[in-house]
């Protein structure tokens, strides 16, 4: 599902639905309205008007309205305008499952595509038919491939729900537990990995390998067919949605999924940055948000008291599709009723123009779309839309009481940042424990190497994780919270890079630990024996916490979280998962800074830089799994 962040695969394979639905289109005028976002006016037939916004790394759907662009446009606006501008849009596609949009542009007698990225940083970049780059948004570096002009666009490669050979293959080698790698591994994300599993009647906790792909395909199969055939947007407190999965009651429902997102997303980073530079008063802001708030709520009360008397209207037909479709449902499945219905359109079929199986719910077009489920009567379906009315009269009331308080302005409090001293040990792995007690790791074999020999005293604990390529932990002194140092330990070890969610950890005293081998060993460099017996910290799990500290000195921190939480003013979990450590730096930068205001906290961009957070980012790929 889209959130904040940005969209999902899913959420693109439903765009591109939707899109697919309006062709053939032609491209207009192109514009730029910051570093990140684009839009660009399509025009369809019968003199159909479209606005497409593109937020590299965010966000690609229809809006009601673009933003009013700069009077002078931007190179690559320009560059777009020149390619492009007048072409017609031979096709609209996703790369597998991946965030990719792809429109194919026809001009003359040449072909364009224009392939916008919504993962990570994002990107928007022009190539021709052959994927050979004519110019990107922004030009990059990768370690597997390089976005620049010249240089052919490389995507990556197979779909593992392309087939049931593809997902077959992939569960077979996969190390994780099912729901993960769905949601990682397939790209599917944790709602509707979650949703899969139930589907299929599969443990989600159960083993990837071990699980049957069969079922899972069919669901998989199952949750696509509802994304490009029988979307029902909503908004819901978990985010935007192209189909209703259920969770909540408090879904607000759109008749398109491009709706949904436009009112998710009720403005771009470039309206955020005009409104900044016009100094319109926050008080405004709040005001133009609450007067919005209360049109869009007046149309949906309006939109249910229509649907409320088109029932009433029609009140010998849907009770006949009640009685008869409830008949039918107790008898046959869904799948069976849709495809008789399919093949029958005669009498209350031709009414019907959507199958809800999971609500036991149809669609009918009374003039509104009327969604009536069948195990209910007449009045009880129009009361679900009474409560709508109710429930969006309170919201409305509650706008109007927030409009009537005067808003209070914060007064904005200035701090000076005290820089944290440099200690030796921060070129090492470290941080403090709740109780005080500093613990230091290896960042590579040499500095293992180090700990041990220059820095390991006799009261000194030496922690290492069970493990493969795992850093040689130390704690200086003695703790309670050793839970904390077991994680720690086991955190950067070889078993985040390997995708695992625990791991077993050890410890031992300084007179354990050794580099002489007993005959017919051999200890690598940066590697020991530990001799005698050991205490050992099972099923540890692996967890980091990254941290902006302001008292009693300012500095980023890192190590497990309930250790950093005791330190930290806001910090940013993470898990083992799939984005490399420069991505994820760049993003827990990104949200590190959205705490603490450039203008209240003088002096923190020395101290809150890229090359700070990644000191403490795991080796190997993460998730976000947390903020505060």
């Known amino acids: 599902m889209a959130t904040v962040k940005g969209m999902s695969g899913i959420d693109v394979k439903a765009v591109v639905a939707e899109l697919q639905e309006k062709l053939p289109l032609w491209v207009d005028k192109v514009y730029q309205f910051d570093k990140r976002t684009l839009g660009i006016r399509l025009n369809g037939e019968q003199h159909a008007k479209y606005q497409l916004i593109i937020e590299a790394g965010r966000r690609a759907h229809l809006v009601s309205g673009l933003p009013e662009p700069p009077k002078n446009p931007p190179h690559f606006a320009m560059l777009l305008r020149k390619h492009i501008s007048g072409g017609k849009v031979l096709a609209i596609r996703q790369h597998g499952l991946e965030r990719i949009l792809i429109l194919d542009i026809g001009k003359h007698d040449l072909t364009y595509r224009l392939i916008t990225e919504l993962y990570d ?27 620049l002009p010249g240089i052919s666009y490389a995507m990556s490669g197979s779909d593992p729900t392309a ?69 029902n947007p909503v908004i819901s407190p978990n985010g935007c949605e192209p189909i209703n999965l259920g969770n909540t009651n408090e879904a607000r429902q759109f008749p398109t999924f491009n709706e949904a997102l436009d009112a998710f997303y009720p403005m771009t980073k470039a309206d955020v940055i005009r409104s900044a530079k016009q100094k319109i008063p926050k008080e405004e802001l709040i005001r133009r948000h609450q007067e919005t708030a209360v049109k869009k709520f007046d149309a949906k ?26 008949t039918e449902s107790k008898k046959r499945s869904w799948q069976e009723i849709a495809a008789t219905l399919a093949t029958h359109p005669a009498g209350i079929a031709r009414k019907i123009t959507a199958i809800h199986p999971d609500q036991a719910a149809v669609e009918l077009d009374l003039g509104e779309r009327v969604v009536i489920h069948v195990q209910e009567g007449v009045e009880q379906n129009a009361g679900r839309y009474y409560d709508e009315i109710k429930k969006y009269k309170r919201k ?69 994780a069970d493990v493969h390529g795992a850093s040689v932990v130390v704690v200086k002194g003695k703790t309670e919270q050793m839970e904390e140092v077991a994680q720690f330990a086991a955190s950067y070890s070889g078993a985040w890079k390997s995708g695992h969610f625990s ?55 890192g190590g497990p979280l309930s250790a950093i939480r005791k330190h930290a003013m806001a910090y940013v979990e993470l898990k083992p998962g799939q984005f490399e450590p420069n991505d994820v730096a760049k993003k827990v930068l990104r949200i590190l800074k959205g705490k603490f205001p450039e203008e209240e906290f003088k002096g923190l961009k020395n101290i809150l830089n890229t090359e700070t957070v990644a000191a403490f980012v795991p080796p190997g790929g993460s998730d976000i799994s947390g903020e505060v």
């Not at 409009?403 to 302005?409: C, D, E, G, S, Y």
Request: hydrophobic share 40%; aromatic share 8%.
């Open 121 to 147: 940083e994002g990107n928007v970049i022009l190539t021709d038919e052959h994927y050979t780059i004519i110019h990107p948004l922004s030009f990059h570096r990768f370690k597997d491939r390089d976005i």
């Open 163 to 231: 087939s049931l050979e593809t997902l077959t293959e992939f569960l077979r080698t996969e190390e994780r537990d099912l729901v993960r790698a769905l949601a990682i591994g397939c790209m599917l994300g944790g709602a509707y990995a979650e949703y899969i599993c139930h589907k299929a009647g599969v443990e989600k906790s159960s083993l990837a390998r071990d699980a049957d792909p069969v079922p899972l395909f069919a669901a998989i199969n199952h949750l696509f067919g509802r994304v490009l055939n029988n979307r």
């Open 396 to 464: 409305k009331e509650g706008a109007r009481t927030a409009m009537a308080k005067p808003v209070i302005r914060k007064k904005t409090v200035k701090h000076n940042i005290v820089a944290q001293k440099k200690q030796w040990y921060h070129r090492f792995r470290w941080f403090i424990t709740s109780d005080g007690v500093v613990v230091i790791g290896g960042r590579d074999a040499g500095q293992n190497e180090e700990l041990v020999k220059k820095y390991m005293a006799g009261g000194d604990l030496f922690v290492h």
């Open 503 to 557: 791991a077993e950890v050890y410890s031992a005293l300084l007179p354990q630990v050794s580099k002489t081998p007993e005959h017919g060993e051999y200890v690598s460099r940066g590697s020991f024996i530990v001799r005698g017996e050991r205490t050992w910290y099972r099923n540890v799990p692996l967890g980091i916490a990254i941290g902006m500290q302001l008292e009693p000195q300012a500095a980023v921190i």
């Open 301 to 326: 009360i309006a939109k249910a008291e229509r649907i409320v008397a088109a029932i009433y209207e029609n009140y010998q037909l849907v009770a006949d599709a009640i009685i008869t479709l409830s």
